[in-house]
């Protein structure tokens, strides 16, 4: 939320879980020039996330997600899936 990619995203959207999930991967294409990060909706409180052509998925992006979770005030998990280097998926569900 202190970034400007978060304040954009939470400024907009406040602690909303079901508004900022399905929407968070527009932080990821405001902050970065490399890569793409699409966001899949799965089902009520679960979305994923696909990066493709970026740069290690997995600690990092999982922790973003974790802070944005606290941040909302909701418990939810994060599974990284990797299929290369520069490919993988998080997915996300949250209550």
Request: glycine share 14%; net charge positive; with cysteine.
């Amino acid at each position: 939320a202190d970034s400007v990619p978060g304040r954009v995203v939470f400024g907009v959207l406040g602690r909303d879980a079901g508004r900022i999930f399905p929407t968070g991967h527009f932080g990821w294409r405001m902050s970065t020039n490399f890569g793409r990060v699409d966001t899949e909706l799965v089902g009520t409180k679960h979305v994923r996330y696909h990066f493709r052509d970026y740069v290690l998925v997995e600690t990092m992006q999982a922790g973003v997600v974790e802070g944005a979770l606290r941040f909302c005030g909701v418990t939810g998990t994060v599974l990284a899936s990797m299929r290369d280097f520069g490919n993988g998926t998080l997915d996300i569900r949250w209550t």
